[in-house]
């Protein structure tokens, strides 16, 4: 008998994400899987996670090196993020 392994992915897919706020400052990089990093224009690295919640959207968690954090969903489209300040980050995924 022969037994396959099961793969354990998250089935996030990776890319390239891109978020702006409303005074036009911008987080951007790379995301592999569930594990993202980013970087502003202030050369700040963020590094975060993506897990997928039980109503197929997905939940972001991103942290700065600073100490600063931004959360935020997606549900498929867009994603919208919020910072420890109120601000409203909003992005996509290429």
């Known amino acids: 008998m022969l037994f396959r392994r099961k793969r354990s992915t998250?089935?996030?897919r990776g890319g390239f994400l891109?978020?702006?706020?409303?005074s036009n400052r911008v987080v951007?990089?790379?995301?592999?899987?569930?594990?993202?990093?980013?970087?502003?224009?202030?050369?700040?690295?963020?590094?975060?996670?993506?897990?997928?919640?039980?109503d197929d959207t997905i939940r972001y968690r991103f942290r700065s090196s600073?100490?600063?954090?931004?959360?935020?969903?997606?549900?498929?489209?867009?994603v919208i993020l919020r910072d420890q300040k109120g601000n409203t980050w909003r992005g996509f995924i290429d």
Do not use: C, K, M
Request: zero cysteines.
């Open 18 to 22: 891109r978020f702006h706020d409303s």
């Open 28 to 54: 951007a990089g790379p995301g592999d899987g569930d594990y993202i990093h980013l970087r502003d224009e202030f050369g700040n690295e963020w590094g975060g996670v993506a897990e997928r919640q039980p």
């Open 10 to 12: 998250s089935g996030i």
């Open 66 to 78: 600073n100490g600063d954090f931004i959360t935020g969903v997606s549900d498929g489209y867009g």
